[in-house]
């Protein structure tokens, strides 16, 4: 499917009192640009986001927006070094034995002593990763819907335009073997207005004529443009992403065109010439929206 690069894409997702909003906007651009604004605490995720976002979207400034909150009461766990306090309460006992006291020894007693419990923030970066990948997916998902639809409404017109493209190369086709014969005619009336037509030779006109014909040639111009017209519309037809490839093919139609405007020695070829590159500006605007 042929794709826009104008799109939107918004989603909220929760999972674990886990929270994502995550918001995509994106806009016609030459490359693909992507501006991520994530929170601090999850900003080693950054890579992991361009990377899901290249992989699907290729082309057009891309503003990312993302806000992150976690209500979770297990983002920190309580960790128990058992041996060391086993050794601490061995230690209280010999203590108490030694000096014949009292054992009053008690669990709060042992959990006083130094690095017995620690409370540590659980390492759970890879389940939020997943998280924002479901969110981020999801948004993606909105913006490559949005920018489809808008691509087969571009892809309509695109193809009105190279309708109207063909139709002028067509009657420039038509016209183009004419102009040969009008300057053979109009070579003789000249040389008639001054000289006897009679006494001229038939060779020397022929080889006139020969040497126009030559120079005004646009048959290959013709050719190679009909087949940039195909070009492009397989192109369209296969889908995004195509819009550098068709960059590259709107400038070699104009090289010729310019070519055939400059070679074609005829006013009516040159006014269609001026059509086809007013068609091929529409074209080539156009194209700017295609990924």
């Known amino acids: 499917m042929l794709r826009s690069m104008t799109g939107y894409g918004h989603c909220e997702y929760t999972e674990n009192d886990i ?13 693909s640009d992507i501006f991520l604004r994530i929170p601090k605490q999850i900003s080693s995720l950054e890579e ?4 899901l976002i290249n992989d699907r979207i290729h082309r057009g400034k891309i503003d990312v927006y993302i806000n992150y909150e976690n209500k979770s009461s297990q983002d920190h766990e309580v960790i128990l070094d058992e041996s060391l306090a086993k050794a601490y309460y061995n230690a209280l006992k010999k ?30 970066s890879d389940y939020i990763a997943e998280i924002l990948k479901k969110a981020v997916s999801a948004a993606i998902d909105e913006v490559i819907e949005m920018r489809t639809r808008e691509g087969e409404r571009l892809k309509e017109n695109l193809f009105a335009i190279l309708d109207n493209i063909e ?9 183009a073997p004419i102009v040969v ?15 006897d037509i009679q006494q001229v030779d038939p060779a020397r006109i022929a080889t006139e004529v020969a040497l126009f014909a030559d120079k005004c040639s646009i048959d290959e111009e013709l050719i190679r443009l009909s087949s940039h017209i195909f070009q492009m519309k ?5 889908g995004s992403p195509v819009g550098k ?10 090289r010729e065109v310019n070519t055939i405007g400059s070679k074609a020695n005829d006013l009516e070829i040159t006014r269609n010439v001026v059509e086809l590159k007013s068609e091929i500006e529409k074209l080539r605007e156009q194209i700017q929206n295609i990924e």
């Not at 490839?245 to 104009?254: G, R, S, T, V």
């Open 19 to 31: 929270t994502f909003t995550v918001e995509i906007k994106t806009v016609n651009h030459r490359y």
């Open 48 to 51: 992991q986001v361009r990377s």
């Open 95 to 124: 203590i108490a034995d030694d000096l014949g006291l009292r054992d009053d020894i008690s669990a709060s007693t042992i959990a006083r002593f130094p690095d017995i419990i620690k409370v540590e923030k659980k390492d759970d």
């Open 167 to 175: 139709n002028f190369v067509r009657k420039i086709e038509e016209k």
């Open 181 to 195: 014969k009008e300057y053979k005619e109009k070579l003789e009336q000249r040389l008639s207005e001054l000289i």
């Open 234 to 238: 397989e192109m369209l037809n296969a």
């Open 245 to 254: 490839k068709a960059d590259f093919l709107i400038q070699e139609m104009n």
